[in-house]
């Protein structure tokens, strides 16, 4: 099979297509490479401030898994797969960049759990999410089942493991899911180009200190998770980037920001 996963970089952000040769854009071992690598590319990319993944197919995110190639894979295959995944949505987490999924249409199944790992969720109306896992005798495997729970609360994941009822992207704003609902496909795009050139004007480093301070600490005791921001708070105050964020705003002039994150990759 090609690769389903294109990107290509616009108003700083990296955009990640994924476009599955069957229609519904089903999720594949493929598509988990994919992104992965597009991901990582974009990680390590000094001219990328965000990371967008997106669908190719019009009107859909995609369907969920590919339940015929489920259906014929061995348990070799399936612990694979499943390992793929939750390094997949587990990167994203880790990433210093933030990463936003640009949603129209349904986003099934392991599509639901990659978009949940993302920073930021940009959703059209029409959308609709769900884990449909249970239909086809299996369960969520790339985090749903622990992300769901974290990002609202236990009866609400349960209902959306246990049901696999789809829901649309208004009730999940409401329960904070998703970050923002647009009409169609247009004034998501338009949303989607309006953060990129947001992002790039804000601190990429100071982006990604915020992000790796709200992800270690959402689990943790409420002293140790204000601990660990005074640390991340005090040393951005020892960073070029604040020194420039602050001076803008005095000289009253657009900030430069030159601190990188990439510079620290290893």
């Known amino acids: 099979m090609d690769n389903p996963v294109t990107f290509s970089g616009s108003d700083g952000a990296c955009v990640i297509t994924v476009s599955c040769s069957v229609q519904g854009n089903p999720v594949c071992m493929e598509t988990l490479d994919g992104l992965f690598a597009a991901l990582d590319a974009a990680e390590g990319d000094r ?8 669908s190719g197919q019009d009107g859909v995110f ?7 190639k489920l259906s014929k894979a061995d348990t070799a295959v399936v612990k694979q797969y499943n390992l793929m995944g939750q390094r997949l949505v587990s990167y994203i987490r880790n990433m210093k960049k933030p990463v936003l999924a640009a949603v129209d249409g349904d986003c099934f199944g392991p599509a639901f759990e990659i978009i949940l790992a993302c920073d930021m969720v940009y959703a059209t109306a029409k959308s ?6 249970t239909e086809y005798g299996f369960v969520p495997g790339f985090g749903g089942t622990q992300l769901a729970a974290r990002k ?5 994941a349960k209902y959306l493991v246990f049901t696999g009822e789809p829901v649309d992207a208004a009730e999940l704003y409401g329960k904070g899911m998703v970050s923002k609902v ?5 004034s998501l795009a338009k949303a989607v180009e309006d953060t990129s050139v947001l992002m790039s004007k804000r601190s990429s480093f100071a ?15 409420f002293a ?7 640390n991340a708070f005090t040393f951005s105050f020892s960073t070029f980037d604040k020194t420039e964020g602050t001076s803008a705003f005095v000289e009253k002039r657009e900030a430069q920001f030159r601190d990188r994150w990439e510079d620290y990759r290893f």
């Open 128 to 133: 609709r999410f769900g884990f449909n896992e």
């Open 224 to 230: 140790k998770g204000l601990l660990l921001e005074q």
């Open 62 to 68: 995609s369907k969920g898994h590919n339940i015929e």
């Open 207 to 221: 982006v990604g200190l915020a992000k790796e301070t709200i992800n270690s600490t959402i689990d943790m005791d």
């Open 152 to 156: 609202t609360y236990e009866t609400f």
């Open 47 to 54: 001219s990328v401030n965000l990371a967008v993944i997106r």
């Open 182 to 186: 647009l009409d169609g496909a247009e």
